[in-house]
């Protein structure tokens, strides 16, 4: 139709911009004891991800995983907190980290870390357990994701 309204002369064709895709997002963020000064703000960052973001997915571990997604997906950032508060049991107790990581790749990961999700690990990385089968589940968690972004809000550096 654009040829016909320029009387035929060769014009440049249009080509649509690409539509922005963002990969999904998986976040698991420790809820234990060490970490209880930083979990109401990191609960706020997950519902604002949510909020803004269609594929996040959200997960909170103390001593066991617990999925938040659904709690997450109410508008009012009180009334998702609220609800995340009944969903969660193990608030600022041990921290196992191993084990909810297999509890995530056994039962989570083909789930949610289809097409190239990025998993964002929230831990001091403390662990109450052998870190043998910690380090065996972020290998596997590693390679069953795009990239695993693993944020320490307690690393501190020298200088």
Request: proline content about 3%.
């Amino acid at each position: 139709r654009s040829a016909a309204r320029t009387g035929g002369a060769l014009i440049l064709p249009k080509f649509r911009s690409a539509r922005e895709v963002h990969p999904p997002l998986v976040v698991l963020a420790d809820i234990s004891g060490s970490m209880s000064q930083y979990t109401r703000i990191f609960l706020h960052f997950l519902h604002a991800l949510t909020e803004k973001r269609r594929r996040v997915h959200a997960f909170v571990f103390g001593t066991r995983l617990t999925n938040l997604t659904r709690q997450m997906r109410h508008r009012d950032p009180d009334e998702a907190l609220a609800e995340c508060s009944a969903a969660v049991k193990d608030w600022s107790g041990g921290t196992r980290i191993g084990d909810t990581l297999a509890e995530f790749n056994r039962l989570w990961s083909r789930r949610v870390l289809g097409q190239g999700a990025v998993v964002l690990l929230i831990t001091d990385g403390l662990e109450r357990d052998d870190v043998t089968g910690l380090s065996q589940e972020m290998e596997r968690l590693h390679k069953s994701c795009r990239r695993l972004i693993w944020l320490n809000p307690l690393l501190r550096f020298d200088g």
